[in-house]
């Protein structure tokens, strides 16, 4: 079984670079999952998907956001010699169409599979509770799953690391 890893923090705090550099230790096999759905119209955002990809090795493989992630990568050959999942809150993102109980089951299930991996993984979040309670009723609810689904994970996580201002913080 591999080993899973945990690296949540604030926005540009370096949790991706962190993630990134412990990867490289696992050779050219590498498979970095990319949750974002590319939105043709946010140019921001599109800027900041190819400045993640110029970061990575080019012999890394991409995944672009896939529905069953575990189907797809079961399926790959040859298998990942490691994961990089970047990230659990834009993996949120794409399922608050959902209800609560079945973002949280199928993160579970993900979680679960992950664990049971042959490879190891590493999964990056992103804290966004740290700030005020919004009055939006959706953002709220998006803060808590995101909340509820970073503690599933770092308790799953054999390593749990806070990424602070560049720095990595053990956390377990």
């Not at 490289?24 to 999952?33: C, I, N, P």
């Amino acid at each position: 079984m591999g080993q899973l890893l945990f690296v949540t923090g604030p926005v540009r705090s370096g949790k991706s670079r962190y993630a990134l550099q412990r990867a490289l230790a696992w050779g050219e096999g590498v498979v970095y999952a990319a949750t974002y759905r590319m939105e043709a119209s946010d140019l921001e955002m599109a800027d900041r998907v190819r400045r993640h990809r110029e970061e990575r090795p080019a012999s890394w493989r991409t995944l672009e956001a896939p529905e069953d992630l575990a189907s797809v990568l079961k399926a790959l050959q040859p298998p990942p010699s490691g994961l990089v999942l970047d990230c659990l809150t834009l993996w949120l993102g794409g399922r608050m169409h959902k209800e609560d109980d079945v973002i949280l089951a199928e993160w579970r299930q993900l979680l679960d599979f992950l664990a049971q991996a042959p490879w190891p993984t590493i999964v990056v979040g992103n804290e966004v509770g740290w700030s005020l309670v919004s009055p939006e009723p959706e953002l709220r609810r998006f803060r808590d799953l995101a909340g509820w689904l970073a503690q599933a994970t770092a308790a799953a996580a054999e390593e749990a690391w806070l990424s602070v201002a560049g720095y990595q913080l053990p956390l377990k």
